[in-house]
């Protein structure tokens, strides 16, 4: 187990060494949410807690819903919304995406975030270590985290999702029948290569056009660190706007 400092030492977070562990995706979707005060947040998928801790000391005047179904993760969730001291604001849930938002017997929420596991096909990967298999494997595909994701969120309510580049024609085309007003930030790893990852925010019932937003560059090609604007996002200094 290590205890990490993240949000420039704002939020611990005490993770296994050989799990899945939250890292960068974690931190530009924590960035990404803008939940307004007041506002009822939901994280599908949350893990031991990476993203869902982080928007929530962003967003203080927001309360928060961790979705997991490993209980080893959700036992680790639950320390570390304890070991930040934001057990008034965050709660952790046991349960499962796949089993839909109606499992969960509650009202819907304003925005939904989640880092759906990237893979759907076990061909296309090679196996992971048994302890990152629910992380990495969808077993119900991308459909069944959009549609929980669709179900869970009011009408004007916000979807964001973090993902693989190459999946944002599905995540598109899953989401369109019942949100739209798309906004898209492509993530590359540096100022001259292709995006790896997108963050995409849908609205339920949105009908707005579709904008792409200019991509977020993680790296200089001079040095090692990060570039000036994933920094100040990676400290919790500035927002990834919408």
Sequence with gaps: MTEDAVL???VKLRQAVAGYRAGMDAALLAAACDAAPGDRV????????????????????????????DSAAVELARGNVALN??????????????????A???????????NPPFFDDPAALRAPA??????????????AWTGFCLKAVREGGTITLIHRADRLADLLALLA???????????????????????VRATKTGKAPLVLLPPLVLHEREGSGHSTQAE????????LGW
């Design 8 to 10: 420039n030492g704002r």
């Design 42 to 69: 939901i994280e599908a998928g949350c893990g031991v807690g990476g993203a869902l801790l982080a928007a929530a000391t962003r967003r203080q005047g927001a309360r928060f819903v961790g979705l997991e179904r």
């Design 85 to 102: 001291a934001l057990a008034d604001r965050v709660e952790i849930v046991a349960g499962d995406v796949e089993a839909g938002f109606r």
């Design 104 to 114: 969960l017997d509650r009202p819907v929420f304003d925005a939904v975030i989640s």
């Design 130 to 143: 048994p302890e990152k298999s629910g992380a990495w494997m969808a077993d119900g595909g991308l459909k």
């Design 177 to 199: 029948p019942k949100a739209g007003s798309f906004r898209i930030r492509p993530v590359a790893p540096f100022a001259d290569a292709p995006a790896k990852r997108v963050i």
């Design 232 to 239: 100040s996002i990676l400290r919790g200094d500035a927002a």
